[in-house]
């Protein structure tokens, strides 16, 4: 199985902007780094404000390409081992579970996406203001959905 490690300070900053989104729904993509064949560790994540109601996630690209052009600088183009990892958002007022639309555009993003094999899906939520709960669910060609081991 597929583990990720959610380092305790991408946690806290994942925190941060749960508790300043209150009911809303936010999200964005995730950037990792490749450990081993199916160890991941998130280095990077970047953050969408959806306005107004807890309204679903939608991703856009476009807004995300800056983030990761400057993510693959930093980390001097070694695409092999730090390279986009895939999805994140919050579900404020559900349990950290993929919807079916949820389901449904990962599994459009990584049939759509020539250039993305597989990606991943972290669904976090706050709990009682404090820990953050967490759901990681690995979408890989021809479709098929995963649970992934989150760790530390
Ligand atoms: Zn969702």
Aim: glycine residues 8%; charged residues 25%; positive net charge.
């Amino acid at each position: 199985m597929t583990t990720i490690s959610l380092p305790p300070e991408q946690r806290a900053k994942l925190g941060r902007h749960l508790r300043r989104a209150g009911r809303r729904e936010i999200g964005g993509i995730l950037m990792g780094e490749q450990l081993e064949h199916d160890r991941f560790r998130i280095v990077e994540f970047t953050v969408d404000e959806t306005s107004g109601t807890p309204a679903h996630f939608v991703r856009s690209p476009e807004h995300h390409r800056a983030a990761l052009d400057a993510f693959f600088r930093r980390t001097g183009a070694d695409y092999r081992r730090f390279n986009y990892l895939g999805e994140w958002h919050s579900h404020p007022s559900y349990p950290v579970l993929p919807s079916r639309e949820d389901v449904a555009s990962m599994v459009d993003l990584v049939t759509g996406e020539r250039d993305i094999a597989f990606a991943v899906l972290l669904i976090i939520r706050l709990r009682c203001a404090l820990r953050i709960e967490a759901g990681g669910f690995m979408f890989a060609m021809p479709g098929q959905m995963t649970s992934v081991t989150l760790t530390r």
